[in-house]
T-cell receptor, first 114, second 110 residues
């Protein structure tokens, strides 16, 4: 089954403790992206990657890192999480960075930073 | 002013009703307009995609774009309880650098 898999689904952590949210897609997509979803603000893009070893900042990149060493994986790294990073996070992928390409989303990771 | 404005609702309608969901936007360069449906505890999934102005119909769903008014709509005919979800509008200029609305939560009551 074609899908985008995120782990974990739920994560509670404390301020300053480094964490990684994994994202993997099995569709051989070139384009992958991370979003955060907050009430009243909608989905905002954090980082995106057009292909292996090619990443770029989205609208809200502060406090986040990403890497794209393999085509299928695009982990999101929070080196020193803070409470304002408490949010619902989504990974997404599409065949390429083109608006007429459908974005496939993962099921989300609910992160709480205490 | 947000680039994309969407009434968050919640919107509650009886089964069989016609539902109208709307977004307004400020960037006249937007050309691609999408509606995503998001069920509780799930990621968004693409529902409708429209390029430039006009209407697009798919079963019970109709998407309308009025670029002169910077206004897009999604109509759901004969709404069903299974349509209960949050609906997100999204739009972009030319690539996947999309701007999303905040989403409207819809409940269709049997």
């Amino acid at each position: 089954e074609a899908q985008v898999t995120q782990n974990p689904r739920y994560l509670i952590t404390v301020t300053g403790k480094k964490l990684t949210v994994t994202c993997s897609q099995n569709m051989n997509h070139e384009y992958m992206s991370w979003y955060r979803q907050d009430p009243g603000l909608g989905l905002r893009q954090i980082y995106y990657s057009m292909n292996v070893e090619v990443t770029d900042k989205g609208d809200v990149p502060e406090g986040y890192k990403v890497s794209r060493k393999e085509k299928r994986n695009f982990p999101l790294i929070l080196e020193s999480p803070s409470p304002n990073q408490t949010s619902l996070y989504f990974c997404a992928s599409s065949p390429r960075q083109a608006t007429n390409e459908k974005l496939f989303f993962g099921s989300g990771t609910q992160l709480s930073v205490l | 002013q947000k680039e994309v404005e969407q009434d968050p609702g919640p919107l509650s309608v009886p089964e069989g009703a016609i539902v109208s969901l709307n977004c307004t936007y400020s960037n006249s360069a937007f050309q691609y307009f999408m509606w995503y449906r998001q069920y509780s505890r799930k990621g968004p999934e693409l529902l409708m995609y429209t390029y430039s102005s006009g209407n697009k119909e798919d079963g019970r769903f109709t998407a309308q774009v009025d670029k002169s008014s910077k206004y897009i709509s999604l109509f759901i005919r004969d709404s069903q309880p299974s349509d209960s979800a949050t609906y997100l509008c999204a739009m972009s200029e030319w690539n996947n650098d999309m701007r999303f609305g905040a989403g409207t939560r819809l409940t269709v009551k049997p």
